[in-house]
């Protein structure tokens, strides 16, 4: 996978090369995605995995190595299994019912059924910040990843409704589109899901709780030559 680190003209603009660059990683790693949570009990430590390789591209702006990533699917194989296998049980108990209530097996009609599929909905989408975390902190620590998905979505509800419009987002497109395509979309859907997560923390600085960090900017401290003023000196010269 190609860095996206280099400006591709002197005002730092991307050209049409470094979309489609960065499309078609997005794509590589979607299917690779796909590839490794094909066994089902490996389906957390694939997601933690494609998630950390998105946060070191946000961050940085080059992917890690094959090594450093087979790494750390390796580590966060048996970790994720439990997650796996309670995401499969939640997913599937969802899906049942929601069935019955479309088909009217079991009572509550409209109303029931559209509780619950707001409740599914929240639930993925704090599934998806879950990811997000998880990516943060190197792709296995899936406890620490739940409990601060947790605070997050409690302290602001906004992102929680964005991120679970993202996930409602890739669910549908991935009923409409080929099945072919499903992996591809798998890539797309983690990197937007950074891509939200990390808008609403800017978002957050900036709107008078703190300063912006200057990691989370992308930029760093500008000094006084930079800025076009000279240094103030500590002992200032008496008249």
């Known amino acids: 996978m ?7 003209d002197t005002a730092g603009r991307r050209d049409w090369r470094d979309v489609a660059r960065d499309a078609a990683d997005l794509a590589l ?16 430590a694939a997601a933690g995995t494609a998630s950390a390789a998105v946060h070191d591209w946000t961050r940085t702006g080059s992917w890690p190595s094959a090594r450093a990533t087979l790494r750390r699917f390796g580590r966060s194989v048996l970790p994720g299994v439990p997650v796996s296998l309670l995401a499969l049980a939640v997913a599937g108990l969802l899906a049942a019912d929601l069935a019955a209530l479309a088909t009217g097996r079991v009572p509550g009609g409209p109303p029931a059924l559209l509780v ?25 620590r899936w406890r620490a990843a739940a409990r601060s998905a947790a605070r997050a979505c409690l302290d602001a509800p906004a992102r929680w ?12 497109l991935a009923v409409l589109v080929t099945p072919v395509a499903v992996p591809i979309l798998a890539g797309y859907t983690v990197a937007a ?9 800017v978002s957050a600085h900036a709107s008078g709780r703190g300063p912006v960090p200057a990691h989370v900017a992308g930029r760093g401290p500008v000094s006084a030559h930079a800025a076009g003023r000279r240094p103030v000196s500590a002992h200032p010269e008496l008249p």
């Open 2 to 8: 190609a860095s996206r680190a280099e400006p591709t």
């Open 161 to 172: 409704a964005a991120l679970t419009g993202v996930t409602a987002l890739a669910g549908l």
């Open 193 to 201: 899901l950074h891509a939200v997560a990390g808008r609403r923390s």
């Open 29 to 44: 790693l979607g299917i690779l995605l796909t590839l490794a949570a094909a066994p089902l009990l490996t389906a957390a």
């Open 116 to 140: 619950t599929a707001l409740i599914a909905a929240g639930l993925i989408g704090y599934a998806g910040l879950v990811v997000v975390e998880v990516g943060g902190n190197g792709g296995g």
